[in-house]
């Protein structure tokens, strides 16, 4: 299939603009966080610039620790569903990445409340921290749903979510704009 007809076939596909808007907006929530958390922790907070930086790193030592849980997470679950699919002689689809997906955004938005709501630096050093582990799982999961509901055509979806470059760049520096003015 020529790479035009490809396109084409991709963009009519729903759910795969659903999976690269939810990517793109983990892109736009690890820079709008970090930038808006930083800005918190200076001038709400009173801490210096060296300060709030060694505060947000504890997003990214979050991710870690959440990127390897997540593998521990779903390790388990798909054992789990591989010996009932035996002992049950069906084959099953996998419901466990779902799972992590929905749990991960659940805990993401009370960490966000914590963010924002933190009151001292440990506080937010420590909302950032947990931040960064319960959202680590979606990018990828959301970046395995694109390619999986456009299955053969890995270009295609590398194709279309260069589409969200332009947020992934414009929207941080209009909201730092906006944030800088109030």
């Known amino acids: 299939v020529p790479l035009l007809v490809a396109l084409r076939q991709g963009v009519r596909r729903p759910r795969l603009w659903l999976w690269l808007v939810g990517a793109a907006l983990c892109t736009f929530l690890d820079e709008l966080v970090i930038a808006l958390a930083a800005l918190h922790a200076e001038r709400d907070l009173g801490a210096s610039a060296s300060t709030a930086v060694?505060?947000?790193?504890?997003?990214?030592?979050?991710?870690?620790?959440?990127a390897w849980m997540t593998e521990r997470v779903l390790g388990a679950f798909a054992s789990e569903e591989a010996s009932q699919e035996a002992s049950e002689g069906a084959v099953a689809g996998s419901a466990a990445p779902d799972r992590v997906l929905v749990g991960s955004a659940a805990a993401t938005l009370v960490a966000l409340?914590?963010?924002?709501?933190?009151?001292?630096?440990?506080?937010?050093?420590?909302?950032?921290?947990?931040?960064?582990?319960?959202?680590?799982?979606?990018?990828?999961?959301?970046?395995a749903k694109a390619y999986a509901a456009s299955p053969g055509r890995p270009g295609v979806v590398t194709a279309l979510a260069q589409v969200f470059v332009v947020v992934d760049i414009g929207g941080p520096l209009l909201l730092g704009l906006l944030a800088d003015g109030f």
């Open 113 to 143: 409340v914590a963010v924002v709501a933190a009151p001292t630096l440990p506080g937010l050093a420590l909302a950032l921290f947990v931040l960064g582990v319960v959202a680590a799982p979606q990018y990828a999961l959301l970046e």
């Open 54 to 66: 060694a505060c947000v790193a504890g997003a990214s030592g979050g991710s870690v620790v959440g």
